[in-house]
């Protein structure tokens, strides 16, 4: 039955002059049936250059806003409505606007995985791959920094002459923070996801986006990886790297939002082109600046 939904999508996408990216947590069969998979940043890079009518968005509800925001002239769908990030949730303009008001000179620099309106408050936005260097970009000493406490921290750690004030403090991933350090297997090489815990982070040989570990395993000479982040990121590194070996660190650490995607909903989303992601331009205009500025940044 999935060979007949490929067919189908591969014929319908090539009729409709359509690509489908897809982020390194999809299942395998959605990430074998993209044209380009990869992480937050490397995503919102290709987004910048696709020539295409359409674009079909495998991942979660702010990563199609930024291929929108990106790419007005386009037709941006996300094949599921329920295809959310949990953790862009924690932050509403409101919020930022506050913070502002007691920081009156810190810059704010927004996490990609915010709302398309909290990113039209930020100076600049930043992916997991890239934030400490957008921070050391910056020449302001205080920095607001959400929605994401924990990599607000891991920044904080490596830009230790900057004060990196979370924005919200609580502000989280559900998926990055359900590790246990007592459980992860310690028979590898162990790469940790900047979104986790310093506790957890304590524990990995690397910090790393999911496209640094692939950077990483690609020039490594270790054999043996346990992989501590969304555990379909071993799909993308076993089919990249079939002759080493991957451990989940967690099989249950799973983002619900991701998964919300299937080839089922894909060939839905090109038929009936739905659902369509628009940004109203008084905001696409503002988060477009602050993204394009991470972009020349990193
Ligand atoms: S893994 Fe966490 S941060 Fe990433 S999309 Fe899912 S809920 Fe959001």
Known sequence: MNVNIKEKIIELKEKMNAIILAHNYQVPEVQEI?????????????AVNVDAKYIVFAGVD????TAAILNPD?????????????????LTSEKIRKYRELYPDAAVVLYVNSTAEAKAEADITCTSANAVKVVKSLSAKTIL???????????AENVPDKEIIPLPSEGHCYVHTSFDPEWIPKDGFIMVHPE??????????????????????????????????EKDMIS????DFPDREFIAAYENAICLGMKNITLEKILYSLENKKHRVVVEEKIAEKARKAILRMLEVS
């Open 34 to 46: 993209a044209d380009f998979v990869g992480d937050s940043l490397e995503l919102a890079r290709k």
């Open 62 to 65: 702010f990563m199609a806003e």
């Open 145 to 155: 920094f959400g929605p994401d406490a924990n990599l607000a921290s891991y920044v």
């Open 196 to 229: 986790c815990p310093p506790e957890i982070r304590k524990i990995g040989n690397i910090i790393a986006s999911t496209g640094g570990m692939i950077k990483f395993v690609k020039n490594s000479t270790e054999t043996k990886f346990v992989v501590v982040t």
């Open 236 to 239: 993308r590194l076993k089919r």
């Open 74 to 90: 386009k037709t941006v769908l996300l094949p599921s409505r329920a295809a959310a990030c949990e953790m862009a949730k924690y």
